[in-house]
């Protein structure tokens, strides 16, 4: 997924410069270059104000910039197909936000079906039991807590621990709902409390079919904008730099 910018008529530039043509190369790369950076940032922008609470610096480093030189006037602005460490790859996580249609599985979603926990065809949603930080993503503190207790294979298996001194200990169970149990619980993953006489159950991942998104933003129309905008600008100004430089 990537935009390319290229260029077309340079030759007949190049033939109107005669001697200075050289130049033209020059001032063609770093002007790809200025817009290849310019449909970036528009790209952030973007990102910023369409994604539901705004977004993460995850989502700010999708994207990088494949610069042009003299010997290659094309510059590319890509989705990275990297992941950040031990993280989810920028594709597989973004890519179905320019696309439209399904996203593809998340690493812990591919952790759980590999344990037996979630069955082929389904997906996963947060349960209100489940803390979010401000962009709607799972805490990590939570999904770490959650899955080494689930992936214990000891169901019900209690976490004891103490709020504070003089606090009453608090035990933590999970245990997993597969569809078609005998339950009038939702399929999912759930937490269960329990402070003395009282216990609290709560939702914190719910199993459900995947869905389609809309396209958040449009590459192809972002790209011809910034394109059209910036690049003939960015030209004039750098061959009149090449230009003025190369009568010294």
């Not at 790369?29 to 950076?37: D, E, I, K």
């Not at 949603?125 to 930080?133: E, I, S």
């Not at 503190?141 to 298996?157: F, K």
């Not at 103490?162 to 035990?171: D, E, L, N, V, Y």
Request: aromatic share 8%; no cysteine.
């Amino acid at each position: 997924m990537q935009i390319n910018i290229k260029i077309e008529g340079l030759t007949e530039v190049r033939a109107m410069l005669g001697n200075a043509a050289k130049q033209a190369n020059y001032a063609a790369s770093r002007a790809l270059n200025t817009t290849a950076y310019a449909v970036n940032a528009q790209l952030k922008k973007d990102m910023a104000a369409t994604f539901k609470g705004g977004a993460t610096a995850y989502s700010l480093r999708a994207f990088s910039v494949k610069r042009a030189d003299k010997n290659k006037l094309t510059a590319e602005v890509a989705l990275r197909q990297d992941a950040p460490a031990g993280g989810t790859s920028y594709t597989k996580a973004l890519a179905h936000l320019f696309t439209g249609g399904r996203r593809k599985f998340k690493n812990i979603e591919g952790w759980l079906r590999g344990h037996g926990l979630l069955p082929n065809g389904l997906t996963i949603a947060p349960g209100r039991g489940m803390p979010l930080d401000r962009y709607g993503n799972m805490r990590r503190a939570a999904l770490t807590e959650m899955l080494g207790a689930i992936g214990t294979q000891r169901p019900g298996l209690r976490i004891y621990r103490r709020t504070g001194a003089g606090k009453a200990q608090k035990a933590t169970a999970y245990f997993v709902v597969k569809p078609g149990a005998t339950t009038h619980l939702h399929p999912g993953i759930y937490k269960r409390q329990e402070t003395g006489n009282k216990s609290v159950l709560s939702p914190m991942i719910l199993y459900v079919d995947p869905v389609a998104y809309r396209k958040f933003i449009d590459l192809d129309k972002l790209g011809h904008e910034v394109v059209t905008k910036t690049f003939q600008p960015a030209f004039d100004a750098e061959l009149s730099k090449a230009l003025a430089s190369a009568r010294l």
